[in-house]
């Protein structure tokens, strides 16, 4: 029999989703509207895209976005996965606040973070650019890199490479066959997170980006302030379509491994 | 074959396995039988390299390897929960081993097939183990083992998951599979009926210690202590100035006349039970020992009846009494 909840329940849950999706979805109505003048609609239209795509500014901040997603997702997911898989053979006793020290970018606000790095950058005299950028979105994507690899090789538990051992493979074997396949979709969709992440991050980029580095959010952001145009409502949409799409295939692959508990991180 | 030399185990200061001294012979079925708890798969793991003993040498085959990772030891064992590898199918899980020891690919083939057969899982070398009952997985898990003829396989309560049914096929293609195939097998389980159905030795354990190692016959006729005489299979333990003594309930015997008998009592309950009956009997109080049941056992040549309420003598041959250390 399905437990029913309490019918305000019901209302409430109702009332967040439109509280959080209504003015997403007004952004991408606006971004096909016929008009400049927001407000109205006037008839369907692709001509804010066409007029991104041919906006220098505009590719540029992509291009910088996305040359720094790609390079702080590989090093993230390859630096968030060693940290799991070392973690494992600490003693209990440091596993701890080993394990805290490696959670904390996620908690911390990200005007703290995006500050501290800030600081930290001028003391040791680093120009801000693109690798400052770089460092800060490795730092805290590396994070959630690492919880979710260490959630799926806490599943996974020690019996699986015991028997491999067992059954003759070396250490370098036993990796190789039984443990990475295990820990692969983890390490995939740790990735996707941690391109998501970097491809939205504003306010910690904001902080260490140089006047070479403007990312798509930092610019979007310079443009909001002189107004919305139906341009930037298109250049949202595609971003959050984006985002949306890595999520969602990131949740996908962490499934598709056999036998494992579900993860859900939206709501669909 | 097998050679453990004082091991013992301590888990965070705490003693699991008490200093355990054996010889494991070539070709030998031995068993560790015990309750739950007592430290049965912490022995396994010690033999196959997964836990360093505390203090004390494992031998194999003459060679000291307690210091030696599991993969360098000439041994299989089969998890107590089946541990396949869930991402590759029944073939690949149990070509595993021949991988990693990199055996040619034609053998490889031949003794896949081998074991296939051997474990009846021919049809089902395509599927994932997700897709195979709990019985089919523990098949899986024994061909896993033993394509890799190991001089030595330890198996972990193999057949703790399975209904009675599959568990006496099983029981017997084991003890098959080990005799045609010579291997020794170190075998757990708290089912005291399998341990003495199939082992040539059986060690009974308790809290970490052994009670008794020996032969089932041994085990049955003449245990040495109170655990081994009463875990394994009914028993009535007398006490007597001298000490504890046991007498099996089928060499106990009725009578109707009180007189000139050894103990006297009530009946409690007459069980019928196919070619056997069984009598509950409240043995009267002497002096101060505390009121004890005894179990009688008579087969199917007892003809008279007996009734519930009925008082009633017992009796026994002294030589069937066996000394027990409490
Ligand atoms: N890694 C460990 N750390 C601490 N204690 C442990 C560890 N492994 C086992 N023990 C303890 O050692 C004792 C023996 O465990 P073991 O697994 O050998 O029992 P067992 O005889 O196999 O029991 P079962 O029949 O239930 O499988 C138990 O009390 C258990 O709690
Ligand atoms: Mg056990």
């Not at chain 1, 989703?17 to 007004?26: D, E, G, Q, S």
């Not at chain 2, 089932?216 to 005489?229: N, Q, V, W």
Request: net charge neutral; proline share 5%.
């Amino acid at each position: 029999m399905k437990k029913k909840g309490h019918p305000l329940l019901g209302i409430h849950s109702a009332l967040m989703m439109i509280f959080i999706y209504v003015p997403i979805v007004l952004v991408m109505v606006y971004s096909f509207n016929n008009t400049r003048l927001s407000g109205d609609w006037k008839g369907f239209t692709l001509d804010w895209y066409v007029s991104l795509m041919k906006d220098r500014h505009v590719m540029e901040a992509l291009m910088n976005s996305l040359v720094i997603a790609v390079i702080s997702t590989v090093v993230a997911t390859l630096l968030g996965t060693i940290s799991a898989l070392s973690m494992r053979d600490f003693a209990r006793k440091w596993k701890g606040p080993l394990n805290g020290v490696l959670y904390m970018p996620v908690i911390i606000p990200d005007i703290i973070m995006g500050l501290s790095l800030l600081v930290l950058f001028s003391q040791l005299q680093i120009p801000l650019g693109k690798s400052t950028v770089m460092i800060a979105h490795i730092t805290f994507s590396m994070s959630y890199v690492y919880v979710v690899v260490n959630a799926r090789l806490a599943g996974m538990g020690r019996q699986l490479e015991e028997a491999a051992q067992d059954l003759g493979a070396t250490y370098w074997q036993t990796f190789r066959y039984v443990t990475l396949p295990q820990i692969t979709p983890g390490i995939i969709s740790g990735a996707l997170i941690a391109f998501t992440l970097s491809l939205d991050d504003f306010m910690v980029s904001f902080f260490v980006a140089g006047p070479s580095s403007t990312t798509l959010p930092i610019y979007i952001y310079g443009q909001v302030k002189r107004g919305i145009s139906p341009e930037i409502n298109a250049l949202c949409t595609l971003l959050i379509l984006v985002s949306i799409t890595l999520i969602l295939l990131a949740q996908y692959v962490l499934n598709r491994g056999k036998g494992q508990k579900k993860h859900k991180m939206l709501p669909f | 074959m097998i050679e453990l030399v004082e091991i013992e185990k301590q888990f965070q200061g705490q003693v699991v396995v008490k200093p355990l001294s054996m010889v494991i012979e070539e070709g030998e079925f031995l068993t560790l039988l015990g309750p739950s708890g007592c430290g049965k798969t912490t022995i396994l793991r010690m033999i196959a390299g997964f836990e360093q003993p505390t203090s004390g040498n494992v031998v194999l085959a003459g060679k000291v390897v307690t210091e030696n990772p599991p993969n360098e030891r000439d041994l299989n064992l089969v998890f107590q929960h089946y541990a396949l590898f869930p991402h590759m199918t029944v073939e690949e899980n149990i070509a595993f081993g021949l991988k990693m020891k990199k055996i040619p690919k034609e053998q490889q083939k031949q003794r896949i097939a081998e074991a296939v057969a051997m474990t009846q899982l021919t049809t089902l070398t395509s599927r994932y183990p997700h897709q195979l009952s709990g019985g089919q997985q523990q098949r899986v898990a024994i061909a896993r083992a033993i394509v890799n003829k190991p001089k030595v396989l330890l198996l972990d309560e193999p057949l703790g998951a399975l209904d009675l049914q599959l568990r006496k096929n099983l029981q017997t293609e084991l003890k098959h599979l080990q005799r045609t195939l010579g291997i020794t097998f170190v075998y757990v389980t708290h089912d005291q009926e399998e341990a003495m159905m199939m082992s040539d030795r059986i060690v009974i354990l308790n809290n970490g210690q052994v009670e008794q190692i020996g032969t089932p016959k041994e085990i049955y006729s003449s245990p040495r202590t109170l655990f081994a005489a009463t875990f394994v299979g009914e028993n009535n333990v007398f006490t007597s100035p001298q000490g504890l003594f046991a007498v099996r309930p089928e060499k106990l015997r009725p009578q109707r006349s009180e007189e000139s008998s050894m103990k006297s009592g009530v009946i409690q309950d007459v069980l019928y039970l196919g070619n056997v009956h069984k009598l509950m009997v409240e043995l009267d109080q002497v002096g101060e020992q505390p009121a004890m049941t005894v179990t009688i056992v008579l087969d199917s040549t007892d003809e008279e009846s007996w009734q519930v309420g009925e008082r009633i003598g017992v009796n026994w041959n002294p030589k069937d009494e066996v000394v027990i250390q409490p």
